[in-house]
C-alpha cells in the first residue's frame, strides 16, 4: 500500500499572505489533485495535474497556483489568503485501472486566517 | 450546473436498521466512486463501482450507468457507521465531480 501525506496538518496565516501546501503521495499515482472542502458545499477542485509539470484548472482556481516539479508531489498555494478561504484543503492521486480511475486522499489540511 | 446530487442530505437510524443512499449524477462517467468521512476525517474510499452491483462487507452498491444513478445498501448498520457518505463520478477527463454527502447517525 502507499500513502498521502500533507503538510502542514494546520496552516495559520494572516489576511493577505501568501501560503503554500505540500502533498507527497509514495503510490507512483500519476494524476494528483487538490480540492477544497467547505462545510455544506461538498469537495471542489482547485487544481490537478496529470503528470510532472502538468497543470489542469479546476473550477475554483481563481486565487490558487500550484506546483508539480515531481511526480511524487505536488504543492498548492494560496496566493493572498483571505478569511473566507478558511477550509480544508484534500490532497488527492489517482491511478487508471482497467476499472476506472480510483481515487485515494491525504489528511487534509486545515487553512486559518487571522 | 451541479453534476452530482446526493440523497437524503441526512439520515437518522436506530442500530441494525438498513441504510439506503443514493447518487444522481448528470453526466456520463467512467467511474463512480462512494467515499465515507468521519467528523473531521478524511475520505476513505468504500467502493468503486462504474457499472453493476458490488458488494463488501456490509455495503452494496448497484449503478445504473444509463440511468446515471448510483445507490449505496449498508445493512446492519452500526454506531461506527455515523458520518458523512460522498459519492463522487469522473467524467472521463481525470477530474473527478463530488456530491454535498449524506450525514448518516446511527443511534444505539
Known amino acids: 500500500g502507499g500513502i498521502i501525506t500533507q503538510t502542514p496538518k494546520f496552516l495559520i496565516g494572516q489576511e493577505g499572505q501568501k501560503l503554500t501546501l505540500k502533498c507527497q503521495q509514495n503510490f507512483n499515482h500519476d494524476t494528483m489533485y487538490w480540492y477544497r472542502q467547505d462545510s455544506g458545499k461538498g469537495l471542489r477542485l482547485i487544481y490537478y495535474s496529470i503528470t510532472e509539470n502538468d497543470l489542469q484548472k479546476g473550477d475554483l482556481s481563481e486565487g490558487y497556483d500550484a506546483s508539480r516539479e515531481k511526480k511524487s508531489s505536488f504543492s498548492l498555494t494560496v496566493t493572498s489568503a483571505q478569511k473566507n478561504e478558511m477550509a480544508v484543503f484534500l490532497c488527492?492521486?489517482?491511478?487508471?485501472?482497467?476499472?476506472?480511475?480510483?481515487?485515494?486522499f491525504g489528511e487534509g489540511s486545515r487553512l486559518i486566517v487571522v | 450546473g451541479q453534476q452530482v446530487q446526493q440523497s437524503p442530505s441526512s439520515l437518522v437510524l436506530q442500530e441494525g436498521e438498513n441504510a439506503e443512499l443514493q447518487c444522481n449524477f448528470s453526466s456520463t462517467a467512467t467511474q463512480l466512486q462512494w467515499f465515507y468521512q468521519s467528523p473531521g476525517g478524511s475520505l476513505v474510499s468504500l467502493l468503486s463501482?462504474?457499472?453493476g452491483t458490488k458488494h463488501t462487507g456490509r455495503l452494496t452498491s448497484t449503478t445504473v450507468t444509463k440511468e446515471r444513478r448510483s445507490s449505496l445498501h449498508i445493512s446492519s448498520s452500526q454506531t461506527t457507521d455515523s458520518g458523512t457518505y460522498l459519492c463522487a463520478i469522473d467524467t472521463g477527463y481525470q477530474n473527478f465531480y463530488f456530491g454535498k454527502g449524506t450525514s448518516l447517525t446511527v443511534i444505539p
Open positions: 488527492a492521486s489517482s491511478i487508471d485501472r482497467n476499472s476506472g480511475n480510483t481515487l485515494y
Open positions: 463501482n462504474p457499472s
